[in-house]
């Protein structure tokens, strides 16, 4: 069976997704390419400025390199990098989007949480993809100091804010956690509202998509 590819904005969530593949995908072949340079660039000049560089860099890496599909973990440039996959020749999957599924069929009401303003809009519209023509409320929030905790690689604290303000979350149905990096915080949240974080739905979705016929 061919291997998936993941490609990663932050070495952080090379264990995060080995360790779902040593639970749950036991004798899965993940290969990770981390390239922080593309979240940057995303950042000051929009997500479509990474795509000549995403292009070669997953044709040097994935297709070239045999690889059975692409995970893309970074919800920023996910959206690009799916774009990519008729010229790669093979499956290409943003992390987020099995979430994003899963939450609107869970509610109309949907609050999107992030650490990153550029994460607000890729993940908006990803949602609206995913809903069609289910009418669905979307509200976001940037978590105020979150991200400066994950720079600084306080890992505890920054999942700490995350779930502060899940657990402050009202009128919403669900709860999504825009960035992979969240996941932590689903488990420490108290609220009443149901969350939900891309790391293990998307690994799962990347796999099966490597093995389809």
């Known amino acids: 069976m061919t291997d998936l590819l993941l490609l990663h904005t932050s070495p952080v969530h090379v ?3 080995d360790g779902l593949r040593d639970r749950n995908h036991p004798g899965a072949v993940l290969r990770h390419l981390v390239a922080p340079e593309l979240l940057d660039r995303a950042r000051t000049a929009g997500p479509e400025s990474v795509i000549p560089a995403l292009r070669g860099l997953l044709i040097e890496t994935g297709a070239e390199a045999g690889a059975g599909a692409v995970l893309v973990t970074c919800s920023t440039i996910g959206a690009a990098a799916e774009s990519l996959a008729p010229a790669l020749g093979v499956p290409v999957l943003r992390v987020d989007r099995p979430m994003a599924a899963a939450a609107v069929r869970a509610g109309r009401r949907i609050a999107v949480l992030a650490a990153l303003e550029s994460t607000l809009a890729p993940t908006r519209e990803l949602l609206a993809e995913e809903a069609g023509e289910r009418p669905v409320s979307i509200r976001t929030h ?15 604290g920054y999942l700490a804010r995350v779930a502060e303000a899940a657990g402050s979350v009202t009128g919403a149905d669900v709860i999504v956690l825009a960035q992979a990096s969240m996941a932590g915080a689903a488990d420490l949240v108290t609220g009443p509202v149901p969350v939900l974080s891309s790391p293990a739905p998307g690994l799962a979705a990347g796999l099966a998509m490597r093995s389809a016929p």
């Open 15 to 17: 264990p995060v997704f």
């Open 142 to 156: 940037v978590v105020a100091g979150a991200w400066e905790r994950f720079e600084a690689g306080d890992a505890a």
